[in-house]
């Protein structure tokens, strides 16, 4: 009888009579419904936002029209905001989507472009919910929440219910497995919140998006991106990285010290005994931001702290003050070395240690160590974002490799632009450390990759480098960078009729200077211009095939056809796509 309180009458044996008498209160259910949303698994209708002119992306689809909008499909753990990382074609209303009868189901379209609460369904660390803004449409594969028209509270008032400890063990409870469902989420009870804390848990929320939206704004990934942390010109690179990461740890903190304090708030008005309360933190972990600190760490912690919120200020000068032994902080000390490597990001780290967040920022605050994991990606991103505003500024968007005649090559290309931007040849040598060897050669040989790897946000999805390195072999004879918002059928014809007939000339030049030449030195290179002209005809028949084939690059096809049928001629310096992706690419119907 007592397991019949529970819709469905899930075996719930374990929790106390107090706990499930929770259950005859309100639920979710009654003010909001999860909902699977649009379900088609073609992917000619979907892009990352970085294949898509800017232009082209809508920022209100009811006034502008514009072809792509942005799409909610899950992704990684992530609470608040975030995972705004791809577009759907939407044109004329989404005509093409539903004329594909065959991969189309079209769920509630009624809250399409709706602000509600996306969720990540399917993760090992649970579910994980955060603001889905207006102007987005979203998948079938996980489920976004909207408020009924009788809700009692607002939106940032169930993403702050749905983030708790307690809600994440109440749908635990209903559902043990790693994916939560529509029927799950509606069956949460809802506390009654007085006015007072309605004001407080929204204006934590708030900050807590804000916050959120800050840290996403330094990365290139982000739909949201401004700048890199490495756009500052003030330090050297390594100490203005050191300095940014300590402000976004300090954010991090913030917010994980926000949700303790909601946390707390929360066990308190759904009155848990001590018993549930202890299941609860038993089974999800203790608010890592309710651990004891360091009156230093709390000091410098709340010094620097701005616009704080006063209860959250209150909260953390109530925490427990301790000390910790030498070895425990040196431990810790010697752990930030793999800081932010395979998901070790500051939560994880807390909680593998047991260590209040504020501890930690403090600790890694006065290592002062840099971790290279960390710092090799913000520099990818940092010449990421140069590299493409150098192609954008290019008559072509084609820029080699090497030098020629009328045309410096890249490198030397991006050192002025840096220089232009006001860093110094001492700050641009850092990116040599950065980087792990020097830029010229991470040019050549790494970045094409890295930055294919960087951007592989879905493993179900083709990787989508927006800059390609072309690339005719080993010997290296014709090496050009270009940016996909250029790429069209004409820059075929110019690769052909421009750019390896120069080289050419240049090596046919280089050639005649070594003639007369007997070192051993002139030897080699007489080998090697000889591979690089045989290597430079065999590219150059390439470039004659995609002529033939007719080969027509258009930007919104998207960087995996577009690039298919030169990976499989191997022309680019690394393979971005699967065999099965390229299969599938190459006869792609778009």
């Not at 399917?122 to 929440?145: A, C, H, M, V, W």
């Not at 010109?233 to 909601?262: H, P, Q, Y």
């Not at 020629?404 to 991006?414: I, S």
């Not at 931007?421 to 010229?440: M, N, R, S, W, Y």
Request: a negative charge; hydrophobic letters at 40%.
């Amino acid at each position: 009888e007592k397991l019949k309180i529970i819709d469905s009458w899930p075996f719930i044996y374990w929790i106390s009579d107090e706990f499930r008498e929770k259950f005859n209160l309100q639920n979710f259910g009654q003010f909001l419904k999860a909902k699977k949303g649009l379900g088609t698994d073609n992917l000619r209708f979907f892009r990352f936002w970085w294949e898509i002119d800017k232009e082209d992306i809508s920022t209100y689809y009811i006034d502008d029209r514009k072809k792509w909008v942005g799409y909610v499909k899950g992704g990684p753990y992530n609470k608040w905001y975030g995972n705004l990382w791809l577009l759907l074609n939407w044109e004329n209303d989404g005509k093409e989507i539903l004329d594909d009868k065959k991969s189309l189901n079209l769920r509630n379209p009624d809250t399409y472009f709706k602000r509600g609460i996306a969720c990540s369904l399917l993760s090992s660390k649970g579910t994980s919910f955060r603001i889905q803004p207006e102007n987005f449409i979203y998948d079938s594969t996980t489920r976004s929440i909207f408020l009924e028209e009788n809700a009692i509270y607002s939106l940032e008032i169930f993403l702050a219910l749905l983030n708790s400890k307690t809600v994440s063990y109440i749908l635990n409870c209903l559902n043990a497995t790693v994916a939560t469902n529509s029927d799950d989420i509606h069956r949460i009870p809802i506390p009654i919140l007085s006015k007072e804390l309605q004001s407080l848990i929204e204006l934590v929320v708030n900050q807590n998006i804000l916050v959120k939206k800050e840290i996403c704004s330094h990365s290139i990934i982000e739909l949201n991106f401004e700048k890199s942390f490495l756009n500052s010109t003030r330090n050297g690179l390594s100490i203005e990285l050191i300095r940014n990461l300590n402000e976004e740890n300090k954010n991090n903190t913030l917010i994980l010290l926000n949700e303790a304090l909601l946390d707390y708030k929360l066990y308190q008005v759904f009155d848990l005994t001590d018993i549930d309360l202890n299941k609860v933190e038993n089974k999800m972990g203790k608010s890592i931001g309710s651990l004891p600190i360091l009156e230093i760490a709390q000091k410098e912690f709340l010094t620097g702290l701005e616009n704080p919120i006063k209860e959250v200020v209150d909260y953390i000068l109530g925490l427990e003050s301790t000390t910790f032994e030498d070895d425990f902080v040196k431990g810790i000390k010697d752990g930030f070395k793999t800081l932010y490597k395979s998901n070790n990001d500051l939560e994880e780290f807390c909680i593998r240690h047991q260590v209040n967040p504020i501890n930690v920022w403090y600790w890694f605050k006065e290592a002062n160590i840099l971790p290279m994991g960390k710092a090799k990606e913000i520099a990818l991103e940092f010449v990421t974002d140069h590299i493409r505003t150098l192609l954008g500024q290019d008559d072509d968007g084609i820029i080699p490799l090497y030098q020629q005649a009328l045309e410096t090559r890249l490198l030397d290309r991006l050192v002025a632009h840096l220089h232009e931007q006001g860093f110094t040849a001492a700050q641009i040598a850092e990116l040599d450390t950065l980087l792990g060897k020097p830029l010229e050669k991470y040019l050549e040989d790494n970045f094409f990759e890295d930055l294919a790897n960087h951007l592989n946000l879905f493993m179900y999805l083709p990787k989508t480098p927006f800059i390609w390195h072309l690339s005719s072999g080993k010997y290296k004879a014709f090496e050009v960078y270009t940016s996909i918002y250029q790429w069209n059928r004409d820059s075929i014809f110019k690769l052909k009729s421009v750019y390896v007939a120069k080289r050419r000339e240049q090596l046919g030049l280089r050639k005649s200077d070594l003639r007369d030449a007997e070192s051993a030195a002139a030897q080699a290179e007489k080998e090697l211009i000889f591979h690089q002209e045989s290597e430079l005809d065999a590219f150059e028949a390439k470039l004659d095939e995609l002529i033939a084939e007719n080969y027509n690059p258009v930007l919104d096809s998207g960087v995996a056809k577009n690039i298919a049928p030169l990976q499989k001629k191997g022309m680019i310096k690394a393979e971005i796509l699967k065999p099965a992706q390229l299969t599938k690419y190459l006869n792609a119907d778009w």
